[in-house]
């Protein structure tokens, strides 16, 4: 593989680790933990890996360690820093003891059960080390459910003599590898299952995991590119740009991306939803703004929008939660219509009330929401042209004020949306300390025949020798939520607190941001330079902490 110059200096970067995990480790066990709600159903489903105490690493004495053979998973969504989760448990393992052998399954959980893997040697992982991308071993988004793949997967894990699996990926995929690990440990197969929180959207966090990985990093760059439209913007001053962000339901992505840029209108999915907000208001809201500075002779903008913003329109949600659990059930029924008359069909046999909503939404719109659905059962909401949409109707509606002499001036969009751009950049020395922090404890993790835990490393807005790792039992983070039309134990996902300080300091800039021309052009990661300049993670975690 050729290389630029610096990425042959990346290759050589040293990914800083908590102190603890420097030298030999000492386990810490808290108290018995409990699920973040509904207690009783998670406990009765998960009775051998549920209540386990939280871990916490410090140092300790050098121990002698048997071989171990691990297994590897990355799943779903690619995220910065995936190369390093794995290189710092390839580390980590061999730390231990230098005959362990890690293996990858290929192209993500399929890979387990079609048994197609690859054994991870030095030299594999070492043209991999804080690079980009999940290329190393592919992703995919096969779930994990079923006892019939769970049997499948245990006989390559037992034919490679695998005593624990380590499954990278975001709330869905931790879910499953929860459920994955209580049956091993309930058939006492002796074969240990240990999660690890990725995800670009930044919604599987709580008191102990922080941030998931490649947050950072994706934020980092998108913000990077808003800033230079931002900059074209208000260098060329004619157009209204609108950027749609990923993030699936959870704005956070865009919360992120706004306090780097500071840009003149931000919509936040979750407050959308709390202020039961139509989708006329929400049009109503960015128009207001246009109008407000075209006033003042400004025709240009920028303006934010979450990929999950539809599905927080309170109507809209009303009419997800009702054609999820009708196409769950008439699956075979839905998919015999022909294409064409799909729609006319949902509006036939769904309530009176989501039909009228699913009729008034354009055509590619309500085509998104009833088809499609990924495996997890979620709708796919990057498919959906939100930031089209919103200027369309935009468009409209200053055209009506227009005619009634409330608008004086000229709007012209430009449609922007930046996901997979952010999600296999170079990770940031943030989420390249992190990931290998994340992937060495998850080696120790096992050591300790630990199953059933996330790996965790806190209190990350110190320096990284400051970091706290340990682990986190998966069912303290779940509750029960309505899933294809079935009631199924899930990790809870973190949205957007709209008590939390980074929506808070949106809040108090945001009319500022709008009328006048705040923008703030970041410009790109930077690996190499001042700590305060390569080293500072998002304003999020910081405002958070
Ligand atoms: P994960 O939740 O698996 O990390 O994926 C995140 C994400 O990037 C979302 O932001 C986006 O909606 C989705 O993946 C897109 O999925 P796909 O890669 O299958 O198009």
């Not at 121990?63 to 820093?81: C, D, K």
């Not at 989708?279 to 109503?284: A, G, P, S």
Request: proline share 4%; hydrophobic share 40%; net charge neutral.
């Amino acid at each position: 593989m050729s290389k630029s110059a610096l990425q042959v200096a990346r290759a050589a970067y040293q990914p800083k680790l908590p102190k603890a995990l420097k030298g030999a480790v000492k386990i810490q066990e808290g108290n018995p933990t409990q699920s973040v709600a509904d207690q009783d159903a998670i406990k009765g489903l998960f009775p051998n890996t549920y209540g386990m105490p939280l871990i916490k690493f410090v140092e300790g004495d050098e121990q002698a360690y048997e071989p171990m053979n691990v297994g590897v998973i990355l799943s779903g969504g690619q995220a910065p820093g995936g190369h390093n989760v794995i290189s710092g448990l390839f580390d980590g393992i061999k730390r231990l003891n230098k005959d362990s052998r890690l293996f990858g399954f290929l192209m993500g959980p399929g890979g387990l059960v079609d048994h197609k893997y690859m054994e991870l040697t030095a030299d594999i992982i070492d043209e991999y080390r804080n690079t980009g991308g999940f290329d190393i071993i592919g992703s995919g988004r096969t779930k994990l459910e079923t006892v019939e793949q769970f049997e499948k997967g245990l006989q390559i894990l037992r034919e490679l003599n695998i005593k624990a699996l380590v499954i990278i990926g975001g709330d869905d995929s931790n879910t499953n590898a929860c459920v994955l690990a209580e049956y091993y440990k309930a058939k006492d197969y002796g074969i240990q299952v240990i999660g690890c929180p990725k995800t670009i959207d930044g919604d599987l966090k709580n008191d102990m995991i922080e941030t998931s990985f490649g947050f950072d990093t994706a934020c980092k760059t998108y913000a990077e590119v808003i800033g230079n439209i931002e900059r074209d913007c208000n260098s060329a001053r004619k157009y209204w740009h609108f950027i749609k962000l990923m993030g699936r339901s959870a704005s956070h992505v865009t919360l992120e991306c706004a306090l780097q840029t500071q840009p003149n209108v931000t919509l936040i999915g979750e407050e959308v939803e709390a202020q039961n907000q139509t989708l006329d208001d929400v049009v109503t809201y960015i128009a207001t703004i246009v109008a407000a500075r075209a006033a003042k002779g400004m025709n240009f903008g920028t303006v934010l929008v979450p990929e999950g913003l539809i599905e927080f329109i309170p109507a809209v949600k009303k009419l997800i939660a009702e054609l999820n659990d009708f196409l769950a059930k008439n699956a075979a029924a839905f998919a015999a219509v022909p294409a064409a008359q799909q729609r006319q069909y949902v509006i036939d046999n769904i309530s009176a009330a989501n039909a009228a909503i699913y009729a008034s939404l354009p055509e590619g719109v309500a085509r998104q929401l009833s088809l499609d659905r990924d495996p997890h059962g979620n709708v796919q909401v990057s498919l959906i042209e939100t930031e089209k949409l919103l200027s369309e109707m935009v468009g409209k509606k200053l055209s009506a004020w227009k005619a009634e002499g409330k608008y004086v001036g000229k709007f012209a969009a430009q449609h922007h949306f930046f996901g997979y751009e952010g999600r296999c950049a170079a990770p940031s020395n943030f989420d390249a300390d992190y990931c290998y922090s994340l992937g060495y404890t998850a080696s120790v993790l096992i050591a300790a025949g630990k199953t059933g835990y996330m790996s965790s490393v806190r209190n990350t807005t110190a320096p990284a020798a400051e970091w706290i790792s340990g682990g986190v039992p998966i069912t303290m983070m779940m509750n029960m939520e309505r899933r294809n039309g079935e009631m199924k134990p899930v990790i809870q996902k973190a949205l957007v607190k709209l008590d939390g300080k980074p929506f808070l300091t949106l809040k108090q800039n945001r009319e500022t941001w709008a009328n006048d021309t705040c923008f703030v052009y970041p410009g790109p990661i930077q690996y190499f330079g001042p700590s305060e300049v390569c080293d500072t993670t998002t304003k999020t975690l910081q405002l958070e902490k």
